[in-house]
């Protein structure tokens, strides 16, 4: 059985991941830590089974000393997610982070962390598998074809602009890319932003929408052709067998994995 807390429940990915822990018979949930209703049961919130008897939490350093974690699953936002994740390897648990939006800095310094400790933590900017499967068709791409942009399309509740799986899909392909600034050398934005994000050379545009959940494209260019590589998720459950993965997985690792397709084949 694995012992596991979450971080955000209350949240769109965090009411997924309750059902999905819930509902799996090797995952137990032992607490959850929230930013309201410290001391109540999450039955007695709005929106929940109210059998449902697992402690909340406000203080994460409460909900860790309280309860003997195997892993702590982290739907927030970017700065509590880091400081989250950072807490839970200091303590001996093992974070499975769906939240983006971390820096660069603070991924290096978890890695470190993790390593130091010994344990495993595993940072999924995107849980679908499809999406995955499109950072990989892309990077594959990429080798072909060196112009691309990248077109990310969320709902607009989302914080971090442009989203984790856009900068993870531009790492990916400045890996195989050779660097190229695309676009005429002297074209020039009458509106700012018009050309979007500059990433080595590619643009990464962002759109937000009421409407959207999680949506990408990915478009090359060459001489006479272009190839589209798109993904579409359209609910929230399109992430839990992501997550299910992840748990599991994470249990094994003595590292810091960013991004599942460092995981599966
Ligand atoms: P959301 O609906 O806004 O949920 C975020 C939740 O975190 C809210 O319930 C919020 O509580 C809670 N929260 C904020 N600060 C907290 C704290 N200090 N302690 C405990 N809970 C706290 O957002 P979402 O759509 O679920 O997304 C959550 C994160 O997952 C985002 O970073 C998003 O980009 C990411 N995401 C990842 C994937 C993936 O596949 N990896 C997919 C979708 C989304 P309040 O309601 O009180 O503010």
Do not use: W
């Amino acid at each position: 059985m694995i012992k596991i807390g979450i971080a955000g429940p209350r949240g769109k990915m965090g009411r997924e991941a309750v059902k999905l822990v819930t509902n799996e018979p090797t995952f137990s949930l032992e607490a959850v830590l929230d930013r309201q209703f410290d001391g109540m049961q999450l039955g007695d919130v709005e929106g929940f089974e109210s059998s449902l008897q697992t402690p909340i939490y406000t203080s994460l350093e409460t909900l860790i000393h309280s309860h003997d974690i195997d892993v702590l699953i982290d739907l927030t936002t970017p700065e509590k997610g880091y400081v989250h994740t950072k807490l839970a390897l200091e303590n001996g648990v093992r974070p499975v982070v769906g939240t983006t939006g971390f820096t660069t800095e603070q991924l290096d310094e978890l890695k470190e962390l993790a390593e130091e400790k010994g344990i495993g933590c595993i940072i999924a900017p995107n849980f679908a598998v499809g999406a995955v499967l499109m950072m990989k068709f892309s990077q594959m791409a990429a080798k072909y074809f060196q112009d691309v942009e990248i077109m990310e399309m969320h709902h607009d509740q989302k914080l971090d602009a442009p989203s984790g799986t856009a900068i993870k899909t531009a790492e990916m392909i400045t890996e195989v890319r050779e660097t190229k600034e695309q676009g005429h050398p002297n074209e020039k934005e009458t509106i700012p932003g018009a050309r979007g994000g500059n990433f080595d050379g590619l643009r990464i545009h962002s759109t937000r929408l009421p409407g959207l959940i999680a949506h990408q494209q990915v478009m090359f260019g060459a001489e006479g052709e272009t190839l589209t590589i798109r993904h579409d998720s359209y609910n929230r459950a399109s992430f839990m067998s992501g997550v299910r993965f992840c748990v599991q997985t994470v249990m094994n690792l003595d590292t810091l994995v960013y991004g599942l397709e460092n995981l599966i084949d």
